[in-house]
């Protein structure tokens, strides 16, 4: 079993692990508990095929181990180790490693998990939560008393931060995986959420319609129906409102290019200029080009049928 191949994922799915229990308490922009739980329920497929972002982030974590030695004179073991909790069957994680304090060190002996992550930015201002949740969970789930998370930010700078275990930290997030993991075995779905990773699990879910009809809608569906028509009536109307208030701000302002309140800069009116392609006119004199960059793709969108 290799990282992120079909066996990988099996086993991720039979567990909820250190990279997704942030998605159970509302941390991850990637991931909802709905479309969490179409993965785990089988429903829809439990990822995607490997990034070259994520195959660089491995590749760097030995670069990364190799600069908190040097930093701390600590060593690296057991690279990407697969656990489960001795008592939650599904309580899971793998780490990127266990920190000892020689290559001679059994992983019994480990002081801590390791947990390497490359960054774009100069640095944090705060460890991200959802980083937070994942390196207390792998140390419930290890059995440790803490965690070393060191990052490699932009500029090959790395930095090391200590995370001691937090027992009620833990006690949460124990609470949480145990009540979304019944809804896995119940094949209960959690709530509904309006977020983007739950839309691609229902379009993922049900990618096509059979051109069937719905004769009856229960009350829930249709009380549903109409709360988004008349969101929908209210969003028209505060549309054109904001129109009417930037056209009327626009007049006012007139040459200008920026606006002061009490003296602060407070908004900027200025040109922009936007570059765009000619799809028309560019299949109309190069055809095969526009073929060749042509993109289909298929969703299914939810429109009322007006009488």
Same mark, same amino acid.
């Given at each position: ?18 990279? %997704?229990?942030?998605?159970l =308490?509302? =941390?991850?922009p ?8 179409a ?21 760097? *974590?030995?670069?990364?181990?190799a ?27 793998? +780490? ?15 002081? @801590?998990?390791?947990?390497? &992550? ?35 930010? $932009? @500029?090959?700078r ?8 937090? $027992?009620?930290?833990v $006690?949460?997030m ?9 809804? +896995? ?18 379009? $993922? ?14 009350? *829930?569906?249709?009380?549903? =129906? ?10 028209? %109307? ?43 006119? =560019? ?5 095969? +080009? ?12 939810l429109?009322?049928? &007006?009488?």
């Amino acid at each position: 079993m290799t990282v992120h191949d079909d066996a990988w994922h099996a086993e991720r799915a039979t567990r909820i692990g250190g990279s %997704t229990i942030g998605v159970l =308490l509302g =941390l991850s922009p990637w991931e909802s508990p709905f479309s969490l739980w179409a993965k785990h329920s089988g429903l829809i497929a439990a990822g995607e095929s490997d990034s070259p972002r994520l195959r660089i982030g491995r590749r760097m *974590e030995s670069v990364i181990a190799a600069e908190f030695h040097d930093e701390t004179g600590l060593w690296i073991a057991g690279e990407h180790t697969m656990l489960r909790h001795p008592e939650h069957e599904h309580f899971g994680c793998e +780490v990127d490693g266990f920190v000892v304090e020689s290559p001679a060190s059994e992983i019994s002996a480990a002081l @801590g998990v390791f947990e390497a &992550k490359t960054d774009a930015h100069r640095g944090w201002d705060e460890i991200p939560p959802t980083y937070l949740a994942q390196c207390r969970w792998n140390c419930y789930v290890a059995g440790l008393p803490r965690a070393w998370l060191v990052v490699m930010f $932009a @500029g090959f700078r790395v930095e090391v931060f200590e995370i001691e275990q937090d $027992a009620a930290d833990v $006690a949460f997030m124990a609470a949480k995986a145990d009540e979304f993991w019944q809804l +896995v075995q119940t094949g209960t779905p959690p709530p509904i959420d309006g977020s983007e990773p739950t839309a691609r699990a229902i379009a $993922a879910r049900w990618p096509a319609d059979e051109k069937g009809l719905i004769h009856d809608a229960e009350p *829930e569906l249709v009380e549903l =129906l109409e709360k988004r028509a008349q969101l929908k009536t209210l969003m028209r %109307t505060e549309d054109a409102t904001l129109r009417q208030w930037d056209n009327e701000i626009s007049a006012r302002i007139g040459e200008a290019e920026a606006i002061a309140i009490d003296g602060v800069p407070a908004y900027t009116y200025r040109a922009q200029t936007r570059t765009t392609i000619d799809a028309k006119a =560019l299949r109309a004199v190069h055809p095969e +080009v526009a073929d060749a960059y042509a993109k289909t793709s298929s969703f299914r969108v939810l429109r009322e049928v &007006k009488p």
